[in-house]
């Protein structure tokens, strides 16, 4: 295999690969295998005709589709990793100029995008808007209260009809039009009263009811609600099994030495101003940094190749797949769902693939201008979060992983280097009052 990298303008490299006529042959041959039980000819059983005689009736070029896409498919690996010399290719090949011919070295180009130089400006002493860390006793408050709901205990209530703040037990059965509609249904269903998990009045015309009561419950569903319920009336069939009313502990030393490590209420609410005071740090600190990255990519300068974007877009929309895939809906449902065509999707997300390109260049130049080195123990540390999130032994997780993974790893580190180092050599401003 004979390999040429030639550089063209704005980022972009075609990759030349030239390969010995005797793998033509191969991948000719590998295409009549893989065609050859669909092929009748007189004379011969369905998948019998000899790859001569199909060569005969239609030429030898039938094959060369296929045998090009073989030939492509086994070589690229090699020609990328041998290209890699010389350039830093950051995009899947767009692949052209394909010559394939019996007998004569195979040819194709590969165009690709290679990773775009970048020219940073000032990068340190960035402003950035200085943030209010401190702790309000609200604040402290609410997770006082969180932790009472998670400690609250469940009493059944037998003697008296439901009220705002019970936990019932109900069946219903929805109609709209008269008719059934899906999920409109359920038995058993645990709502608690006051909590607006059902749209309209529907909690509140369960409040003064008892065990047993079946009654009817009318409401209209809003108009930003599923295209086939939006705003239409509906009337459910409710039954009323079971009242039980929600009781949260006193907030005192018992209750804090419950929840927490600590004997006292005092000690218990100093360790959540502690704990709160912390995240907002870091909430601050990663708004800080988006803040100042912004302004340095303004102020730096960088050609982005559209075969990159293009990669990036298409990585992008993978990542969006899955995680609404994890929610058990597909992408296609989602933009059913959103009022929007695929079409749209790739435009409203093709200026944010952009930006994180940028950033993460910008980020990549900066560990290298500032020489941020990665260290061995830092590798080894990421490994060991790794391996905790996969559930896995470190040695097992370690052989998993390849040298590519590896590099990447490191570089991923590296650029999260890079964030904290111009976060570090930010200068933190007031906030202008309408900025507030």
Do not use: W
Not at 197 to 206: A, G, H, K, P, R
Not at 360 to 383: G, H, Q, S, Y
């Amino acid at each position: 295999m004979n390999v040429k990298v030639e550089k063209l303008e704005k980022n972009l490299a075609n990759i030349t690969v030239e390969l010995d006529a005797e793998l033509v042959e191969k991948a000719i041959t590998k295409a009549y295998i893989k065609v050859k039980n669909q092929v009748s000819m007189p004379g011969f059983r369905k998948g019998k005709v000899p790859q001569k005689m199909i060569e005969k009736q239609y030429g030898v070029e039938v094959f060369y589709e296929d045998a090009s896409e073989f030939l492509i498919q086994d070589s690229y690996e090699a020609a990328y990793d041998e290209a890699m010399k010389e350039i830093e290719i950051v995009s899947q090949p767009k692949i052209d100029d394909i010559t394939i011919k019996r007998g004569e070295n195979f040819v194709y180009v590969a165009q690709v995008a290679v990773k775009p130089v970048v020219t940073l400006g000032e990068y340190k002493g960035i402003e950035y808007t200085a943030a209010d860390i401190t702790v309000t006793e609200e604040e402290i408050n609410e997770e006082i209260e969180r932790a009472r709901e998670l400690n609250s205990r469940s009493t059944p209530i037998t003697d008296r009809p439901a009220k705002e703040g019970d936990i019932c037990d109900i069946d219903f059965d929805g109609f709209v039009d008269g008719k059934e509609f899906q999920g409109g249904k359920a038995e058993g269903y645990i709502i608690t009263l006051g909590s607006h998990t059902f749209v309209d009045t529907f909690e509140d015309q369960i409040i003064g009811h008892n065990i047993g009561d079946e009654f009817d419950v009318n409401i209209t569903f809003p108009e930003d609600y599923a295209e086939e319920l939006k705003g239409k009336a509906a009337l459910f069939k409710v039954k009323l099994n079971e009242i039980k009313s929600k009781e949260l502990p006193e907030i005192d030393d018992e209750f804090a030495a419950e929840v927490s490590e600590f004997d006292t209420l005092a000690e218990y609410k100093a360790e959540i101003e502690k704990n709160i005071k912390e995240r907002k740090t870091l909430e601050n600190k990663s708004v800080a940094e988006k803040e100042i990255l912004k302004k340095i990519v303004e102020n730096s300068e960088m050609d982005i190749p559209d075969l990159m974007l293009d990669a990036q877009v298409e990585q992008s929309t993978r990542d969006f797949a899955t995680r609404m895939e994890s929610n058990g809906i597909t992408i296609d449902q989602y933009l059913n769902l959103v009022g929007q065509t695929p079409e749209q999707f790739l435009a409203d997300i093709r200026p944010v693939a952009l930006n994180q390109i940028k950033e993460r260049l910008t980020l990549e130049a900066i560990a290298k201008a500032e020489n941020i080195e990665v260290t061995d123990e830092m590798v080894e540390e990421e490994l060991n979060k790794m391996a905790e999130v996969y559930k896995m032994d470190l040695g097992k997780f370690k052989e998993f992983l390849t040298d590519k993974e590896r590099d990447g790893m490191k570089n991923d580190i590296a650029v999260g280097k890079a964030a904290d180092f111009i976060y570090e050599n930010g200068v933190a401003v007031e906030a202008k009052p309408e900025e507030e």
